[in-house]
């Protein structure tokens, strides 16, 4: 009698350890972020004309907030944040040209932030070039640097411009892909953007232990959706190996977590003035919460056990977030080998490794938090080249499901 209740005792527990894997969370973080609404500015749209010269800021990812003329040569932009106080991640584009052939000089002068982001320049929006000659004002809150115009629009900007309807459009192209799965709005941002998801795998995705992939939640950080589309596209391989990695593991993207920051050319924030990235602890954000319910419900219905979480994002340098060696997870020493094997790959390239407590409520702990799984920020530099973050991400596709299925 003692044996059976014992069972059932053990039983019961199983079964509420479940109930609670399936049910979302919230968590109070030992670093709380107060992620309530907060105004933010709407840059004022459209062309703007000085002389012969016109800047617009008329597309999805521009940021322009004033053209002025400084005097016969020197023209100045201004570049300003959604709301402050912010993360120093100065987002500019914009398109210029002269109708008569001009040579000046452009200022671009940012207000709360100094100079981050090198400017790049393009004729059609997909080829892009780095402006080298740099002028730094004062304290570095401007730059100026030699332009030639024409009629003949150029597109300038912070990075290459990744706008929603890019996204979109790169996951369509994926569609045809034989371990390309379902594609879904999962929900609606601020604005009522599109919250885009696809899944990779083969066959149902019932009972397979997934695997999470995120970017974008903060709208300039491109070389780490750049990181994230050649890590997909490794991933989406027909081979031995990933053959048989969709036996066991399902993999589900959300490669556009902002998408109103993104259209907008925000610095950081959603279109609540909130850094996304820090609401995973309440949902309070219309985009976490539909991305969070979204991936526990699919969970549950499916009966996955969720491993691992890679939020792709950029900053200064390569770095890895991670977790203290002292956390434990379904995942013991992943992030050790995983990590390494992406380094070998890049040689002498060097990523840093950077392992904390679960601090604050952003995604890497959420993973931990709700699944007891692997949560990582993937960042990439600002300035690493495409070469690099090709080769890494691939190494880091091909090491990641190496590892995986020894677990
Ligand atoms: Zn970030």
Not at 114 to 141: C, Q, T
Not at 279 to 298: G, L, S
């Amino acid at each position: 009698m003692k044996k059976i209740l014992g069972l059932l005792l053990i039983l019961l527990t199983l079964q509420a350890c479940k109930t609670n894997y399936y049910t979302r969370k919230t968590y109070d973080f030992k670093k709380p972020v107060d992620t309530r609404d907060k105004k933010i500015d709407f840059q004022k749209k459209g062309k703007f004309k000085i002389d012969e010269i016109t800047v617009a800021n008329d597309f999805d990812g521009a940021r322009m907030n004033a053209f002025s003329k400084i005097n016969d040569t020197l023209y100045r932009v201004e570049i300003s944040p959604e709301n402050y106080p912010i993360n120093p991640s100065p987002w500019y584009a914009f398109k210029i040209s002269s109708t008569v052939d001009k040579d000046i000089y452009l200022q671009l002068n940012y207000l709360h932030a100094k100079h981050r982001y090198n400017p790049k320049i393009s004729s059609n929006r997909k080829d892009w070039k780095k402006i080298e000659a740099l002028y730094y004002g004062v304290d570095s809150v401007s730059v100026s640097f030699p332009l030639h115009l024409n009629a003949k629009p150029q597109w300038i900007a912070a990075q290459k411009i990744i706008n929603s309807t890019d996204v979109k459009h790169w996951v369509d192209s994926l569609s045809q892909n034989k371990f390309f799965q379902e594609q879904k709005i999962v929900g609606k941002s601020v604005l009522g953007r599109d919250i885009p998801y696809f899944r990779i795998g083969e066959g149902s995705s019932e009972n397979k232990k997934v695997i999470i992939l995120l970017s974008r939640q903060h709208p300039p950080e491109v070389t780490g959706f750049m990181a994230l589309q050649y890590f997909v596209s490794e991933l989406l391989k027909d081979d031995a190996l990933t053959r048989n990695f969709y036996k066991k593991y399902d993999i589900w993207v959300f490669p556009l977590l902002n998408p109103d920051g993104v259209d907008l050319g925000h610095w950081r924030h959603n279109a609540h003035g909130i850094d996304l990235n820090r609401d995973w602890a309440y949902y309070r954000q219309p985009e976490i919460n539909a991305v969070t319910d979204f991936i526990i419900r699919k969970a549950k219905q499916g009966k996955n056990q969720v491993v691992l979480g890679i939020d792709f994002h950029s900053t200064f340098k390569d770095i890895y977030y991670v977790y203290n060696e002292n956390i434990s997870t379904q995942l013991p020493d992943f992030q050790q080998f995983w990590t390494s094997s992406i380094d070998r790959s890049v040689y002498p390239f060097k990523t840093k490794y950077v392992a904390s407590d679960i601090l604050q409520p952003v995604s890497k702990n959420w993973f931990k938090i709700q699944f007891d799984a692997n949560g990582i920020t993937y960042e990439v530099g600002d300035n690493t080249p495409e070469s690099i973050i090709a080769k890494k991400s691939k190494a880091a596709a091909v090491a990641l499901m190496d590892l995986l299925m020894r677990f």
